[in-house]
C-alpha cells in the first residue's frame, strides 16, 4: 500500500456481542473512526446476524466519505479454516455451521474480506500495539465467553498444519470440572466465562447443601442465575466463596500456562478480558503454579502481561486482520 493511510473495516463475531468498527491504518497504528450498534448474537439467528452486519458495513463506508475501503477483516472464534473463510461450528456460535463469511461480504459489499480465528487477530493487535510490541515471540490468550490463544511465532502468525493452532481451550487439565470446548476439566471449563459460572454455581451448591448460606448467592432460585462477573465483583469486595472461586481459576491457569511456556518458550504472555479484570484475584495463585512447575530459565525468559489493549482489542482486532492482508504491519 505504499506506506500510506488507509480505511478498513473490522468486524468482530462473538459468542456475545457482533460488531463492525471502520477504522483508519497507519505508522502510528490503528483508530477506530466509527462504531456501528453492537448487536447481542443470541438475539439473531446466523442469517439475520449475517444481514445486519452487512448493512452495518455499508453503514461504514458511508461513513469513509468516499474514500476507498481498502478491505474488510472478520474476527471470529474457532475453530474455523481462514483459507477458505470459513466458520467452522465453533463452540460458543450454536448454529453457525460451515458459514463462507468472508464470500458472503465479499458478494454484499465488493470489499475484499479476510477471516482470522479471533484469539489471532487478538494477537496481532497486541504483538503490534499492545503489551506484546517488540517480541519476536508472544502468546495472547482469551479469557472471555472461550478461551483460546494466538500465537506469534518468530515474528510471524503460527496457525498450524490446519488452521488450529492455539486451541488450547480444549486441553484437559483436569478428570473433573467445569466443561468447555464439550470436555470436562478443559482449560477453557475453568478459564472462561462459562465455565467460572459453572464453577461457581458446583461450590454454591456444595455450601447450600452444607446448610450454609453464602452471600454470593442466597438461594437455589439465584444459582441459575449467576455470572462470572457477579463473582468477580463480589471478590473484589472480599466475599470468601468468590475468591476462593477465583483461586481454583488462578491455580488451573497457572498449570496450563505452564505447559505452554515449557513447550513454546515464548517472551511474554499476554491475556486478556477477564483476566485483565481480575488480575489481582487470578495472577497471585497462578503466579505460584507457575514457579513451582515451569522450567526455571523458561520462567525468567517470559513476562505474563494483561492485555494493554484491554476491552478494545475486539474493536481493532479486525482492523489489524485487515492490515495484516494488506502488508500494513510491515511499515509500522
Not at 456460535?93 to 475484499?112: C, N, S
Not at 488450529?164 to 466443561?179: N, V
Not at 451448591?205 to 465483583?233: D, F, N, Y
Not at 486478556?272 to 525468567?300: C, H, K, M
Request: hydrophobic share 40%; glycine share 14%.
Amino acid at each position: 500500500m505504499g506506506g500510506k493511510n488507509m480505511l478498513v473495516i473490522g468486524i468482530d463475531i462473538g459468542g456475545t456481542k457482533c460488531a463492525v468498527n471502520l477504522g483508519e491504518l497507519s505508522h502510528n497504528g490503528a483508530e477506530v473512526l466509527h462504531k456501528c450498534e453492537v448487536r447481542k448474537t443470541a438475539a439473531y439467528s446466523p442469517a439475520e446476524m449475517l444481514k445486519a452486519l452487512a448493512q452495518d458495513v455499508r453503514s461504514c463506508v458511508e461513513k469513509g466519505n468516499g474514500q476507498k475501503i481498502e478491505g474488510i477483516g472478520i474476527s471470529c472464534g474457532g475453530p474455523l479454516d481462514s483459507r477458505t473463510g470459513t466458520i467452522l461450528s465453533p463452540p460458543n456460535l450454536p448454529g453457525w455451521d460451515k458459514i463462507r463469511v468472508t464470500e458472503y461480504f465479499q458478494r454484499e459489499t465488493g470489499i475484499p474480506a479476510w477471516l482470522c480465528n479471533d484469539a489471532n487477530a487478538c494477537a496481532l493487535a497486541e504483538w503490534k500495539l499492545g503489551a506484546g510490541k517488540g517480541t519476536s515471540s508472544m502468546i495472547f490468550i482469551t479469557f472471555g465467553t472461550g478461551l483460546g490463544a494466538g500465537l506469534i511465532l518468530d515474528n510471524r502468525l503460527y496457525a498450524g498444519a490446519c488452521d488450529m493452532a492455539g486451541e488450547i481451550g480444549h486441553i484437559r487439565l483436569s478428570d473433573y470440572g467445569p466443561a468447555g470446548y464439550g470436555k470436562m476439566g478443559s482449560f477453557e471449563g475453568f478459564c472462561s466465562g462459562g465455565g467460572i459460572a459453572q464453577l461457581a454455581r458446583s461450590m454454591i451448591r456444595e455450601e447450600l447443601q452444607a446448610g450454609r448460606k453464602p452471600e454470593l448467592c442466597g438461594s437455589p432460585e439465584e444459582l441459575e442465575r449467576i455470572t462470572a462477573a457477579q463473582v468477580g465483583t463480589a471478590a473484589k469486595d472480599g466475599d470468601p466463596l468468590a475468591r476462593k472461586i477465583l483461586k481454583r481459576v488462578g491455580l488451573q491457569l497457572g498449570k496450563g500456562l505452564s505447559v505452554l511456556m515449557d513447550i513454546l518458550n515464548p517472551e511474554c504472555i499476554v491475556i486478556g478480558s477477564i483476566f485483565v479484570r481480575n488480575y489481582d484475584e487470578i495472577w497471585p495463585y497462578a503466579q505460584e503454579v507457575i514457579e513451582r512447575e515451569t522450567l526455571p530459565a523458561v520462567r525468567g525468559a517470559c513476562r505474563i502481561l494483561p492485555s494493554r489493549l484491554s476491552e478494545s482489542v475486539g474493536d481493532i482486532a479486525g482492523l489489524v486482520v485487515a492490515g495484516y492482508h494488506l502488508g500494513w504491519e510491515e511499515w509500522i
